[in-house]
């Protein structure tokens, strides 16, 4: 067993921006929404959602005996954004792949708190498992998932990476989850511009503009591509217009800050943009998650 409120206290000190710790169980709440949700193709061309079932709805397949979710939060909310006129890269993807980052950051917590590491009793995912994420953020107490589908917490926003440590280890302590304060807002589904958001919490992929510049490997359907505007790398905009995101700060963490050669970046110059560019400007950066010729097909749909 360990203490809640140890692991609290050492995930402030770590630098989280937020820790909650949640049960496990079947996340059976889920579990209607979530097979609706893949039956209707809202996936779009992330097969492998259709994968790991159990574990996704039980990460008791992920570490034998799982007890504990211990969920964490890290603020990637950029101080200075690229100008308006320049290419839009989603704000999480400024700075240094957040994997590396969050992986070794659980590591310091967990390793401080037991003594043990990434083996045994306990591992540790950020966006690299078959976990709900935003569902065990919301059962531990860190906020709730707003209409635009993000963990929101109050007083902070949702511009925030999502980590767990699942164990076999319980706590002393479980925390409760938050209601639902989206109340009668539905700014992010109006301004969304593609109308990917067809319900509170519905997101449609196969129009959402963040996952067609980033996951999808095809080409942007022509109706989903004439709303591009000067989107490069993803879509912030259900983002930025909720209310909520008034509490953003920047992020603390220094590699989280913009490479300068993203400053430069300039729409006229993206014509002829080569893999050696490429490389060098988005050498540590997620923005590789699109890959090269992913890039490059979003450049060509860049309006002028
Ligand atoms: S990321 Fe952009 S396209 Fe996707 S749902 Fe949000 S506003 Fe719509
Ligand atoms: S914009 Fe409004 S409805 Fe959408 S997530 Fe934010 S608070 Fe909820």
């Given at each position: 067993m360990?203490?809640?409120?140890?692991?609290?206290?050492?995930?402030?000190?770590t630098g989280f921006d937020a820790?909650?710790?949640?049960?496990?169980?079947?996340a059976?709440?889920?579990?209607l929404?979530?097979d609706r949700?893949?039956?209707e193709g809202?996936?779009?061309g992330?097969?492998?959602m259709?994968?790991?079932?159990e574990?996704?709805?039980n990460?008791?397949?992920?570490?034998?005996g799982a007890?504990?979710?211990i969920s964490v939060?890290?603020?990637?909310?950029p101080e200075?954004k690229?100008?308006?006129e320049?290419?839009?890269i989603?704000y999480?993807?400024?700075?240094?792949?957040?994997h590396?980052?969050?992986?070794?950051?659980?590591?310091e917590?967990?390793?401080?708190?037991?003594g043990?590491?990434?083996?045994?009793?306990?591992?540790?995912?950020?966006?690299s498992?078959?976990i709900?994420e935003?569902?065990?953020a919301?059962?531990?107490?860190?906020?709730?998932?707003?209409?635009n589908t993000n963990l929101?917490?109050?007083?902070?926003?949702?511009?925030?990476?999502?980590?767990?440590?699942?164990t076999?280890l319980?706590?002393d302590?479980y925390?409760?989850?938050?209601?639902?304060?989206?109340g009668s807002?539905?700014r992010c589904?109006?301004?969304?511009p593609t109308?990917?958001?067809e319900?509170?919490?519905?997101?449609?992929?196969?129009?959402?503009?963040?996952?067609?510049?980033?996951e999808n490997?095809?080409e942007i359907?022509a109706e989903?591509a004439?709303c591009?505007?000067?989107?490069l790398?993803?879509?912030?905009t259900?983002?930025?217009?909720?209310?909520?995101?008034?509490f953003a700060?920047?992020?603390?963490i220094e590699?989280?800050r913009?490479?300068?050669a993203?400053?430069?970046?300039?729409k006229?110059?993206?014509?002829?943009?080569?893999?050696?560019?490429y490389?060098?400007?988005f050498?540590k950066?997620a923005v590789?998650?699109?890959?090269?010729?992913g890039l490059?097909?979003n450049?060509?749909?860049?309006?002028?």
């Amino acid at each position: 067993m360990f203490s809640a409120a140890e692991i609290k206290e050492k995930a402030k000190k770590t630098g989280f921006d937020a820790c909650g710790i949640a049960q496990v169980a079947t996340a059976d709440s889920e579990a209607l929404f979530f097979d609706r949700w893949l039956k209707e193709g809202n996936h779009a061309g992330m097969a492998y959602m259709e994968n790991h079932r159990e574990i996704r709805l039980n990460p008791a397949g992920l570490v034998e005996g799982a007890k504990t979710v211990i969920s964490v939060a890290l603020n990637y909310y950029p101080e200075q954004k690229l100008p308006p006129e320049a290419p839009h890269i989603a704000y999480y993807a400024y700075g240094k792949d957040y994997h590396f980052v969050i992986k070794e950051m659980l590591n310091e917590l967990w390793s401080a708190v037991t003594g043990q590491t990434d083996t045994g009793t306990a591992r540790f995912f950020t966006d690299s498992a078959p976990i709900l994420e935003r569902y065990w953020a919301w059962k531990a107490g860190l906020g709730w998932i707003g209409k635009n589908t993000n963990l929101i917490i109050p007083g902070k926003g949702s511009f925030f990476f999502l980590g767990e440590i699942v164990t076999s280890l319980e706590a002393d302590h479980y925390d409760m989850p938050q209601k639902d304060r989206c109340g009668s807002c539905s700014r992010c589904l109006e301004a969304c511009p593609t109308e990917a958001l067809e319900g509170p919490r519905h997101l449609n992929a196969r129009k959402c503009l963040s996952y067609l510049t980033i996951e999808n490997r095809g080409e942007i359907p022509a109706e989903q591509a004439a709303c591009l505007g000067n989107r490069l790398y993803g879509c912030d905009t259900c983002q930025e217009v909720c209310p909520w995101n008034r509490f953003a700060r920047p992020t603390r963490i220094e590699a989280f800050r913009p490479a300068p050669a993203l400053f430069s970046l300039r729409k006229e110059d993206l014509k002829g943009f080569s893999r050696e560019e490429y490389n060098r400007i988005f050498a540590k950066s997620a923005v590789k998650r699109a890959k090269y010729e992913g890039l490059i097909r979003n450049i060509h749909n860049l309006k002028d």
